[in-house]
């Protein structure tokens, strides 16, 4: 390595530890940011080609950093990949969250138990009707009693084309969430508004997952990662979920003076008569869990929503008048989150109060 070399790369490497300060300040607990910076320093020296991006574009590189930080993960690794692109003709680092990294965020919720992500081939058998079925009823494997009879007798039974992907998750609490459906259709567009090129030998979407030898298996981890990452607004995908579970129980427990109540001494009498609060909505329906409601209210100060505007926009978003938002259904915050999660900005939150329609997706999933 020569001696300009030399100064190039210890400027990309200068650049990251110049702003340990910054990733620690958002890297969650079980991330050290020594341990962080490490193994972004290990990626860069195992490849050259990333490291010639980082080199040309040390900004990049620390804006990949950042956002892996953020959602919790450790770059260079299959939860978050660093990979080498150009840009008219220079190079830089893209940062993307691989699947595996969409579905530890949602173990890290505590809230979920598994998450199923599958593809499905045009020879598998596959049934799923909504309103009837729990979660999908799937098998890729062959009739009969032997491993050749579900493997095939080579090992590798061809099962077609990939036409679909679908993913759920099993909570602790023993529910399902929402089943995710994607057509064959649906996965090449998130593949497409993505920028996709045939060519870049980078591009996860490119990579022979099962190998060369089976093509028609070509970028299937992308085709989970795009199912994952539209279950993500139906299920918890971050520790604070369960942190403000906790707040919101300790919340319920505390007396006036803002100590805790002891749990050995029975809460006072009020001293005039009321009528219990409702905790369910209508039909019988259960209310919107504190968690919910903390979850939604920090998607809307995302979205720059003003404090006095809110409970109109949940009021809009629910499609009836809400004394509170603590009036919301369980079933209807969860839709709420999820309109709230598509939304890219204010402007698309705007269009969406307007005419009830969010505007058509500018970004893609890899």
């Known amino acids: ?19 340990a300060d910054d990733f620690a300040a958002v890297l969650p607990d079980h991330i050290d940011v020594k341990s962080f910076l490490g193994t972004t320093a290990g990626a860069l020296y195992a490849s050259r080609d990333l490291m010639d991006a980082a080199q040309a574009d040390p900004q990049s590189l620390v804006n990949a950093m950042m956002r892996c930080a953020t959602l919790g993960h450790l770059p260079g690794t299959e939860e978050y990949y660093l990979t080498p692109r150009k840009k008219k003709g220079q190079p830089y680092v893209l940062g993307i969250e691989g699947y595996r990294g969409v579905v530890e965020r949602m173990y890290r919720s505590g809230a979920v138990a598994r998450v199923v992500v599958r593809e499905v081939c045009a020879d598998d058998r596959f049934r799923f009707i909504e309103g009837v079925d729990d979660q999908p009823r799937h098998s890729s494997g062959g009739d009969g009693d032997t491993g ?99 707040r919101a129980s300790a919340a319920a427990i505390t007396a006036g003076n803002g100590h805790p109540a002891p749990l050995s001494r029975p809460a006072p009498a009020p001293v005039t008569p009321a009528a219990p609060r409702e905790i369910t909505g209508p039909a019988g329906q259960p209310r919107a869990s504190s968690g919910q409601l903390t979850l939604i209210g920090r998607r809307l100060a995302a979205l720059s929503v003003e404090d006095d505007k809110r409970d109109s926009t949940l009021a809009t978003l629910a499609g009836h008048d809400l004394a509170a938002p603590s009036d919301l259904t369980r079933d209807e915050a969860t839709h709420i989150k999820g309109l709230l999660d598509r939304c890219a900005d204010h402007g698309a939150l705007i269009e969406l109060l307007a005419t009830g329609q969010l505007p058509e997706a500018g970004g893609g999933d890899d």
């Open 148 to 246: 050749a009879d579900f493997f095939g007798k080579g090992g590798s039974r061809a099962r077609g084309e990939m036409v679909g992907v679908y993913a759920y998750a099993k909570l602790t609490t023993g529910a399902t969430s929402q089943v995710v459906l994607l057509g064959r259709d649906d996965v090449l567009a998130a593949r497409d508004a993505g920028g996709w090129n045939p060519d870049d030998s980078y591009n996860p979407w490119n990579r022979y997952d099962a190998g060369k030898n089976r093509p028609e298996l070509q970028g299937r981890s992308m085709w989970w990662k795009t199912a994952a990452k539209r279950l993500e607004p139906w299920v918890p995908t971050s520790a604070e979920y369960r942190r403000e579970l906790v």
């Open 1 to 19: 390595m020569t001696t300009q070399e030399q100064e190039a790369t210890s400027a990309a490497i200068a650049a990251m530890w110049a702003r």
